[in-house]
């Protein structure tokens, strides 16, 4: 049976969970969004707003529907509280199992019996995240891409124990906001990432090993293969610590040499170099 979902919850308020609240309260659904402190909430506000501004620009929405997805937004700092009510929780919190495993526990406790456990990881096992619950049949993967409110796909990913029913339901709920769920087996990035991470990662050896510069790279892959934009600029996007995450899972999951990240990719995260989010990656945004 498919279930009704009305109250959503989004844990963590970085990129993703800005951009899953701003898509689920853009489609009236009563949404609590929850990070560690009011001024990280603030600032995902602020996002949001600015987004919607956008789109009012473009004509694409007008200033009562941007009014009316901002009032369908509730920040709250206790995760307790913000679930007491909730018919879904999306986690979208930082590619860590121990962080997510943490977050999982306190909302089988806290959270309704019906409620759908779903987590936006990019790469690690929802098996392995239903095991810190109780109702591992609840518990599914739905992974948006980024930008969410631009991006058509979601990754409906079935954990071990994931029930028919729940399954249904997470692929209605995404129809409903207007994406294309495609439904995938729980194996280490999935599919998105599985084959776009070796790609970003052979793109960084070429650099490493001087094959060509970023921009000769990047350039080849527009022209050539079509891609709206080339795969170091797309790692510079995605965030290069998140890149390094994805590939370790894979590494580790099918213990495959070919996943082994690239030692130019370690050495810039450990360097601080992350990206747009920090001004440098390999390309500079402090300038732009």
Excluded at 47 to 65: F, G, H, P, W
Aim: proline residues 4%; hydrophobic residues 40%.
């Amino acid at each position: 049976m498919i279930q009704t979902i009305r109250n959503v919850v989004v844990v963590g308020c970085g990129t993703m969970g800005s951009g899953i609240a701003h898509v689920f309260a853009a489609k009236g659904y009563s949404v609590s969004l929850v990070d560690l402190t009011q001024e990280i909430l603030n600032k995902a506000l602020d996002t949001i707003a600015s987004n919607l501004d956008r789109q009012v620009k473009k004509v694409t929405i007008t200033e009562d529907q941007k009014i009316i997805t901002l009032e369908n937004i509730k920040p709250f700092t206790d995760l307790q509280e913000a679930v007491k009510n909730s018919d879904l929780v999306v986690e979208a919190v930082t590619e860590n199992l121990e962080i997510k495993a943490k977050i999982f526990e306190i909302l089988d406790k806290n959270a309704p019996q019906h409620c759908i456990l779903a987590s936006n990881t990019s790469s690690i096992s929802i098996t392995k995240i239903a095991s810190f619950t109780k109702r591992s049949d609840k518990v599914i993967g739905m992974h948006f891409m980024n930008p969410v409110p631009i991006m058509k796909l979601v990754e409906i990913i079935r954990g071990y124990d994931t029930s028919d029913d729940v399954t249904q339901s997470i692929i209605e709920l995404s129809k409903d906001l207007e994406k294309e769920p495609v439904e995938v087996n729980d194996y280490p990035g999935f599919v998105a990432n599985r084959i776009l991470m070796p790609m970003i990662n052979e793109a960084i050896y070429t650099l490493y090993e001087g094959v060509a510069t970023k921009e000769a790279i990047d350039t080849v892959m527009k022209l050539g293969m079509n891609h709206p934009m080339g795969p170091l600029t797309l790692a510079d996007f995605i965030g290069l610590d998140v890149c390094l995450s994805i590939l370790k899972v894979l590494y580790e999951g099918f213990g495959n040499p070919k996943y082994a990240p690239c030692p130019l990719l370690v050495n810039m995260v450990n360097a601080g170099h992350l990206g747009r989010k920090t001004g440098k990656g390999f390309y500079d945004y402090t300038q732009k």
